[in-house]
T-cell receptor, first 113, second 118 residues
């Protein structure tokens, strides 16, 4: 059974700092991995999707990497801003026909002005 | 702009009552997902549909939960009878799978229904 773990559960940083969020998964037979952002009282917004054949994806100040063999992904946020404060979740989709996503419990990020 | 809508946003009910949550997927999306989020378990997939047909409902307690798509613009999740342990935020998400494609990779989430069962 696939398990996804995110460490740390919470992170507080000063504005402008570069930071890394971590995600690990137990079964490396994945189809893709996604990073989502969740704001309080809101749904999830997809940030980056990495296919299993890819090593990284970039969007603006965000960069996500994937090391499938070691079961790890990182989300790098450059020059953090207070508006980046949210909970970040990673989710993996396994190989095969199912589109089921298995989520980590998230890292709650607070960027202090 | 196109978005997934869910009603109600909040629901407080007593144990044993029936609860119905509704979701309107983005127009043209053919895949609908139901998730449940709790502090203890995190976000879990309950069921998902393609073209209104259920593809996977293995995450859903069958004895009290049911999910349907009466038409392409409406998905429902019912709990009967409800129990306190059902208290959670229920999310609907929709996506689009092209014919022959690998699946609805990008899922667009609604704002959720926060359910409290007393």
């Amino acid at each position: 059974k696939q398990e996804v773990t995110q460490i740390p559960a919470a992170l507080s940083v000063p504005e402008g700092e570069n930071l890394v969020l971590n995600c690990s998964f137990t079964d490396s037979a994945i189809y893709n991995l996604q990073w989502f952002r969740q704001d309080p009282g809101k749904g999830l917004t997809s940030l980056l999707l990495i296919q299993s054949s890819q090593r990284e994806q970039t969007s603006g100040r965000l960069n996500a990497s994937l090391d499938k063999s070691s079961g790890r992904s990182t989300l790098y946020i450059a020059a953090s801003q207070p508006g980046d404060s949210a909970t970040y979740l990673c989710a993996v989709r396994r190989q095969g026909g199912s589109e089921k996503l298995v989520f980590g419990k998230g890292t709650k990020l607070t960027v202090n002005p | 702009d196109a978005r997934v809508t869910q009603t109600p946003r909040h629901k407080v009910t007593e144990m044993g009552q029936e609860v119905t949550m509704r979701c309107q997927p983005i127009l043209g999306h053919n895949t609908v997902f139901w998730y449940r989020q709790t502090m203890m378990q995190g976000l879990e997939l309950l069921a998902y549909f393609r073209n209104r047909a259920p593809l996977d409902d293995s995450g859903m307690p069958k004895d009290r939960f049911s999910a349907e798509m009466p038409d392409a613009t409406l998905a429902t999740l019912k709990i009967q009878p409800s129990e306190p342990r059902d208290s959670a935020v229920y999310f609907c998400a929709s996506g689009s799978r092209l014919a022959g494609g690998p699946g609805a990779d990008t899922q667009y989430f609604g704002p959720g229904t926060r359910l409290t069962v007393l």
